[in-house]
């Protein structure tokens, strides 16, 4: 893997994610997320809510009394792989046949009550905007009921919900800002699976930070599917926005605004914010990033392919050219910014000249870290109902091949950049690889091991940078 960040970190995808238990609760929950790190935090939201309702976590699907698995659909593949982990379940529920099984999640939207028929094992479908219906779900499944409950809403944030935190290193965490997605890209279930777009009042998201910091939390990361596109206006879909009162227009809080707020009021936590998408990210956001030091001089901004003829297909509403401008003012303005992209190899139509644009384009950026995937058609999207998927498999892979490898490229030039010189790095954990060594992030992202001596976990450091590898830097603390 390129990149680290942006999918849930191979420790918390797909295994069964703990908490502290509290104190009086008997029933058993075993909860697993794949997908992306909004799913993480709504199983987190999830978790908190049925801690009320005597639920604390488990780790053996063996004694669970409930088991969720909280569902993504963005490729085929991670459909697949959800549809193998029920299959497990169902093994286990031979010895365990009490234990109900829910789906959270994007899937669970995509394939409402169809889930029941075509999984046998699945008691409860529930939709990312449902889950404070749980409870009541829940009820009707034990009492011998089928609970679906994928209705999408306008309104819900979960803002008031405080999330517990799941497999967490107590150092870092993920705070939703937004919800869903307007862009409707064409090769993409997200509008479909998440809703329309609508923003969280920024006082339950300075509430829950502060919860944070008194917690010693040190890293907070801002997410939502186009954090750029946050808009508070006292509530309600952002399409809606134009319809507000004057009022409601002139105290509206823009992303840019809010990032200002929370880095002025948390001085001492690193602030992160995924994902950003080019068309809105704006000129205020950047200046606001290099107005902090607590801002991680680090933006995630995919592009999907370097073709404006193929972007247009995307529905992504910027050309190539509009993009690398953007590029150039975040190396103007922040010019020690890391970047890095999604791209997708071998779109619908997708010819040798478009697949080529997306090499140089790549050439001009020099990603420091990447997260590349062959065209994965997804069924009821607008691609899948207009376009055909006619890019042949093996030149797919190729060209993704040469993506990755391109990829690969620059990452390590980007990290060879950093040789030399002391980077501050937030301690998140022992090395995979050693306890003998920490591993943390600078603010760029990059991932940086150096050996242990008398420092804790949380701690920041200055690290020295002696060597490195395409995604890993090692150096000794000064
Ligand atoms: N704005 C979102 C994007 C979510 S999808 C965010 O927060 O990151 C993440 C990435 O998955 C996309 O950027 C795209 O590169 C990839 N993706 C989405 N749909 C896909 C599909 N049908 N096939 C292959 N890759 C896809
Ligand atoms: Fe998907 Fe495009 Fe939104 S990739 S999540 S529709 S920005």
């Not at 890391?338 to 950026?365: N, W």
Request: contains cysteine.
């Amino acid at each position: 893997m390129m990149g680290s960040e942006k999918v849930i970190e191979e420790k918390k995808q797909g295994q069964a994610l703990l908490t502290e238990e509290k104190e009086g609760n008997t029933k058993k929950l075993y909860i697993e997320s794949y997908g992306c790190q909004m799913n993480l935090n709504d199983s987190e939201i999830v978790a908190s809510i049925l801690a009320e309702e005597g639920y604390n976590t488990t780790h053996l699907l063996e004694e669970a009394d409930l088991v969720l698995v909280n569902t993504c659909s963005i490729r085929e593949k991670a459909e697949q792989t959800v549809r193998k982990r029920l299959q497990k379940y169902n093994a286990v529920k031979k010895i365990n046949p009490t234990m109900k099984v829910g789906v959270l999640g994007c899937m669970a939207e995509r394939l409402k009550a169809k889930f029941l028929e075509e999984e046998k094992i699945v008691d409860l479908v529930v939709g990312p905007d449902a889950y404070r219906d749980l409870p009541h779900l829940l009820e009707e499944v034990n009492e011998g009921r089928e609970a679906v409950n994928v209705i999408l809403s306008k309104e819900e944030t979960y803002g008031d919900v405080s999330p517990v935190r799941l497999n967490s290193n107590g150092v870092s965490a993920f705070v939703s800002i937004t919800r869903g997605c307007d862009n409707m890209c064409t090769f993409c279930v997200v509008p479909f699976t998440r809703g329309r777009e609508r923003s969280r009042d920024p006082k339950s998201i300075l509430e829950e930070i502060k919860q944070l910091h008194q917690k010693g939390y040190k890293e907070i990361t801002l997410l939502g599917q186009n954090v750029d596109s946050f808009l508070w206006y006292g509530g309600g879909l952002k399409k809606d926005f134009k319809n507000a009162s004057e009022i409601a227009k002139s105290t509206a809080i823009d992303f840019s605004q809010l990032l200002d707020m929370v880095a002025t009021a948390f001085p001492k936590m690193r602030i992160r914010f995924s994902t950003s998408n080019p068309q809105d990210m704006s000129l205020d956001v950047l200046h606001t990033m290099a107005k902090h030091t607590n801002i991680c001089k680090y933006i995630h901004l995919p592009i999907q392919s370097g073709s404006t003829a193929v972007l247009k297909r995307m529905n992504r509403q910027h050309t190539r050219e509009e993009y690398l401008e953007l590029v150039d003012n975040i190396r103007k303005i922040i010019p020690e910014c890391a970047l890095s992209q999604d791209m997708i190899a071998g779109f619908c139509g997708e010819t040798e000249e478009e697949h080529k644009d997306t090499l140089s384009l790549m050439e001009y950026v020099k990603y420091d870290f990447g997260f590349m995937f062959a065209y994965s058609e997804r069924p009821g999207t607008p691609a899948a109902k207009k376009m055909p998927d006619n890019v042949p498999l093996d030149v797919k892979k190729r060209r993704l091949n040469e993506i990755i490898q391109l990829q690969q490229k620059h990452g390590l030039y980007r990290m060879e950049q950093f040789v030399g010189k002391t980077v501050e790095v937030l301690i998140e954990g022992s090395s995979k690889k050693s306890d003998k060594h920490w591993k943390g992030r600078n603010s760029q992202n990059a991932v940086v091991v150096f050996p242990k001596n008398n420092e804790q976990i949380g701690d920041f450091v200055n690290v020295y940078i002696e060597n490195c590898t395409s995604a890993t830097l090692i150096g000794k603390r000064i």
